[in-house]
């Protein structure tokens, strides 16, 4: 089983809309949650840690479950300029980071 | 954040030959990477490049086939060996920024076609 999984979709969306997906991963010891967006030919980003309590970033908002292990995304007001490839990653000890293969996530027209 | 280049950007190279990639950071950071990513696929860690010792390497790399160099807190190069049309991919450094919640930035990458 792999340590991070991600659904890899793709999520088609249309502009305007939410979307949301989620990341499990299996080490119940991982203290640290991020996600990154990925676009095409180009290097991750960070795009936000995830907080126990759960964060806000303007339109993005980031849960973390770990009773269930998993993390989550949530998009509101999709814009067009959302679209990439959105990677999950897990950070059991310092520098100890595990990836997701990306959820890719298409806003459409 | 950390601004991070990488040299060369990309690069065709020829089966057999070897090939150096540069990482400069703009700062000097403790914790350096190399990652590969494959087509398609999401990003494996190579190895930890160590200031003043020898590379970490993850299972499956070994230091034959990528010698790392780390002179220094801002600096840091890997070789990718002996290449085969495998190893075609685009190479990242990275560090990690220590404060609070401990984040990973990433270079630009090197992209790699191996004929």
């Known amino acids: 089983r792999k340590e991070v999984e991600q659904d890899p979709g793709p999520f088609n969306v249309p502009e305007g809309a939410t979307v949301a997906f989620n990341c499990t991963y299996s080490?119940?010891?991982?203290?640290?949650f991020f996600w990154y967006r990925q676009d095409c030919r180009k290097e991750p980003k960070l795009l936000m840690s995830v907080y126990s309590s759960g964060n806000e970033d303007g339109r993005f908002t980031a849960q973390l479950n770990r009773a269930s292990q998993y993390i989550s995304l949530l998009i509101r007001d999709s814009k067009l300029s959302d679209s990439a490839t959105y990677l999950c990653v897990v950070a059991r000890s310092w520098g100890k980071f595990q990836f997701g293969a990306g959820t890719q996530v298409v806003v459409t027209p | 954040s950390a601004v991070i280049s990488q040299k060369p950007s990309r690069d065709i190279c020829q089966r057999g030959t070897s090939l150096t990639i540069q990482c400069q950071v703009d700062s000097q950071v403790t914790m350096m990477f190399w990652y590969r990513q494959q087509p398609g696929q999401s990003l494996t860690l190579i190895a930890t490049a160590n200031q003043g010792s020898e590379a970490t390497y993850e299972s499956g790399f070994v230091i034959d086939k990528f010698p790392i160099s780390r002179p220094n807190l801002t600096f840091s190069t890997l070789t990718v060996s002996n290449m085969s049309p495998e190893d075609s991919s685009i190479y990242l450094c990275?560090?990690?920024?220590?404060?609070?919640?401990?984040?990973?930035?990433f270079g630009p990458g090197t992209r790699l076609l191996v004929l």
């Open positions: 080490n119940s010891a991982s203290q640290s």
């Open positions: 990275s560090v990690v920024l220590a404060g609070g919640v401990e984040t990973q930035y």
